[in-house]
């Protein structure tokens, strides 16, 4: 009688001792080897979203999908590797198992079962027939035969006969007739969802973004008093090794502007910013903050610097402003970039040389978009021709070359080359954390929330690689001159939280 043991067995491992090594490892690149992973990866997507986005996968490799009922269990159609005699072939398929670990965090294994004739030809013993009579019989149980099911011999009035068996999975196709199945962790398939689900652009709704009605607010350590506070550039510098300021000192200089590409909705890059302005205004040069803000906000920020910082202050900062109310929070408008703004007013209060510019547009999109980001920037930049310049960006907007997938697109740190000296970028390098952003969700709807953000191999942060900054021996060809290594990442939500979670998709434009 067919056994169903063998199957759940060799799926219980994950490194399955024995084999050699292959999917069930994965390749790693600070000891160069070949390891079997110790940790589990919880995606922070609910586990419809990642079961989708595994469903989706093997679609696109040409595979039929069956679900059983719940949607937590996945069988892929079997493919025959090569071609083979009968008695002799190998099938393969796919197993996806799902399970919730929390409403937005969830865990998905996929496996990759093989279906061996000589092993279920072992199992079953000798036999006494002929060639012909093998191979017929081998074609008739072909797992694509139009009856897909599977069947035991049983004892008969004359000698035995075939009863057909209750299949576990009915709609799968019928291969659970082979007895013995060997199945394996499929770590490279499970690293392409991976990049799937974490590896996502950011969406930075630009247009149609309306605001929501405000809500009482009050800044992080701010208070009705009118006693000056002091930056928070001591415990910045103490957090961040002090190795890192030889780095940082070639990029500071009186003229020069440097673009830090900004994965957005993370406490990391506001923190690293601060350490770098208040390095600057250590050394006596006057400095500006570019943050994608829209332009009209401009008026509101300057009042907010020059004032006390107290709650009204903030109240007025926020509640005058549609930007911090947007429907659609996409990590522009952290808690950590109001923090950052915080600490800029606190460094004019104690009489450094610094200021904040709103470079960012409510209307244009793509290209239009980024000449306007410029235009902002540059006129600024005109009145403070000696201030050193930090832009806090997105990927796409710091980087210096021009992208390869629209020869008509120039990125707004293209434009600032061409019209400055002295421009430099610096892509980020982290390990795996989180942030809060918008994002495609796998029903292809805008999504802000918080989510789970991985590295590339190239922006991976290795774990003897500390916090600070590596210069490339010559810029990239997507012209970024180095890298500003963050650590793990951790979310930061919106200053102001809407009162309703948006679900339509409005225009929105890559940051």
Known sequence: MRRFSWVLVLLGCTGCAGLTRGLASRYNPETGKYE????????????????????????????????????????????????????????????????????????????????????????????????????????????????????????????????????????????????????????????????????????EVVSGNAPVP??????????????????????????????????????????????????????????????????????GLPVTLALSVPSNEQASLDAYLASQGLASDAQSLLGGSGFWRRTYQDGRSSRAILWLVEQTR?????????AVVAIDTTQAQGDAREAEMAKNLLAFHARRPTAWTLVLAGSVHARTAKVDWNSDFEPLGVRLAKALPHVRALDVGFRRGTQFVCRYNVWEDVECNVFAISPTREARQADAVERGIQMFAEPRPDGFHGRLFLGELSASPPALQPQRRATASPPKDKG
Request: hydrophobic share 40%; aromatic share 6%; proline share 7%.
């Open 36 to 203: 079997t992973p110790k940790e589990e990866f919880i995606y922070w997507v609910p586990i419809e979203d990642a079961m989708m986005m595994a469903r989706r996968l093997l679609e696109e490799r040409r595979y039929d999908v069956l679900e059983e009922e719940g949607g937590l269990e996945m069988y892929s159609s079997a493919n025959e590797p090569g071609m083979n005699d009968p008695g002799l072939k190998l099938y393969e398929r796919y197993y996806v198992k799902g399970k919730r670990m929390g409403p937005r965090q969830s865990l998905v294994r996929i496996f990759r079962l093989s279906y061996n004739d000589m092993e279920t030809s072992v199992e079953n013993g000798p036999t006494t027939k002929s060639r012909d009579e093998i191979v017929f019989d081998a074609n008739d149980i072909h797992p694509f035969d139009r009856h897909m099911e599977a069947f035991a011999s049983a004892p008969g009035g004359n000698g035995a006969r075939q009863v057909a068996l209750a299949n576990p999975f009915r709609n799968a196709p019928g291969m659970e007739r082979f007895r013995y199945t060997r199945g394996i962790r499929d770590l490279d398939f499970e690293g392409v969802l991976l990049e799937r689900l974490e590896m996502v652009p950011a969406l």
């Open 214 to 283: 405000m809500q009482s607010v009050l800044m992080e350590d701010s208070a009705e008093a009118t006693a000056p506070q002091a930056p928070a550039c001591d415990s910045v510098l103490a957090a961040i090794p002090s190795a890192s300021a030889d780095e940082v000192s070639p990029l500071l200089g009186a003229g020069q502007v440097l673009l830090v590409a900004d994965p957005l909705g993370t406490r990391e890059v506001p923190t690293a910013a601060l350490r770098m302005m208040c390095e600057a205004t250590t050394r």
């Open 346 to 354: 606190r460094l004019r209060a104690q009489g450094k040389d610094v």
